[in-house]
């Protein structure tokens, strides 16, 4: 059973600007709850409670978020307001959290391997706040994988098609397939121009890993924009032992984007009202 999920933050949010400029990204709210908030949600449906967060600076209201308010809880004890909480409240009592900070902005491997001190040596699932996954059929898309790995033992990424013109966006595998929605991966890109991507395949924010990677990691040499890519450790990974692909069940809004915001916006806004 995995117990850990870890959450690199630590990210500045450029995109969103001016909103992110004192804000954390990841605190950013679809509807009325926090980016981050969903996809702790999901980690602890797919039973890891123990949400480890690669932090960085300006990211303080992350950690406010996931304690109490007394004062808060006090003044609307007994009003209507206080069932508001009652989300947010389960996962302060069924989660347990811990942060660490990334100094340098080096690439989601480096984000990854500053969390090897939260971690430790067992497998652990990963979580981009800002792809949110929502499969409204059943299980969440870290619950899928949870599944998977008690089968498989070994990395999973979570994928899906994306139109050829945006694959340079992305990680993008190729592999053979096991199943109508597992790949062995054999190959593995990030951000390719769309001329050399092995497939229209993408990585989205959601793996789960096993402790191996790190020293994959500790040895990956800056790839794509001069960072530290996850992807290029995985690739190694895939070399030696087993990494799979999953096409997982659900929607995935890019969060990180405008559009992707907006609909993601509009999607949650209209399960809200129901
Ligand atoms: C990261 C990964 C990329 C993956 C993407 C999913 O990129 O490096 O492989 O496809 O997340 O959202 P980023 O979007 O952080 O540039």
Sequence with gaps: MIKKCLFPAAGYGTRFLPATKSMPKEMMPI??????EYGVEEALEAGMSDICIVTGRGK???????DANYELEHQISGSSKEELLTGIRKIINECTFSYTRQREMKGLGHAILT???LVGDQPFGVVLADDLCINSDGSGVLSQMAQLYRQFRCSIVAVMEVPEDEVHKYGVIAGQ????????VENMVEKPRKEDAPSNLAIIGRYILTPDIFDLISDTQPGKGGEIQITDALMAQAERGCVLAYKFKGERFDCGSIEGFIEATNYCYDAFRK
């Design 31 to 36: 509807v009325n709850k926090p980016l981050i």
């Design 60 to 66: 303080r209201a992350l950690e406010d978020h996931f």
């Design 115 to 117: 969390g090897q001190t």
């Design 177 to 184: 397939a096991i199943s109508d929605d597992l790949i062995r």
